[in-house]
């Protein structure tokens, strides 16, 4: 599909928020600014295919930590629970989004999940947060502390992201508005972001 539209007054974007907010800075500075973000924001909707269904669900995660340069995200599971199952069935069915409401800054990473067990890598990951949400069974095995064998690991491999970062503050992005409202145009507001598969793939490969 073409990117532009022949109108009455020449070739225009068919997209053209997109057209006018997309950079392509050097891969450091893509990376940077989107570990950043993520980290900052912490809490996102991880997005997941259901198992025995066609139908996709989202549940809010926190980031439990990053790997590979940051591209890859840890999230804590209950290894009984229906997103685990799901993430079995469907590893590569997976989306992450993070918004920031009061900035408009988002982001959408996709990519494989993995569903790691071992204790070296629950324990490196354990918060003692956790026992919050899983509780404490009372048999001195579930107990939400660190040898508990309800906790998993949750690594999903970036595989595309894509964001959009604001440019200015609130009151700069209603002032910009107006103005290209009243001229006809779209605002510049964010500064859109792509990492594709393959610079992603660079990122790691440096990065591990």
Known sequence: MSSTINTST????????????????????????????????KFGMLTTQISNKDLLTSRCMALAGKENGGIDLIFHTNLFSNKTMDLTAHPQEVNMSFLDPVSGSWASISGRAAIIADKETVKKYYSPALQAWLGDLGDGVHDGGPEDPRIGVI?????????????????GRAVETVKSVAKGDVPAITSIRELSEEELAEWRRTHQ
């Open 155 to 171: 690594k999903l491999e970036a595989k595309l992201a894509t964001y959009a970062l604001a440019r200015k503050g609130m009151l």
């Open 10 to 41: 020449g070739n225009k974007p068919i997209d053209p928020y997109k057209a006018k907010s997309f950079e392509d800075p050097p891969l450091p500075q893509k990376v940077e600014d989107l570990v950043n973000f993520i980290t900052e924001t």
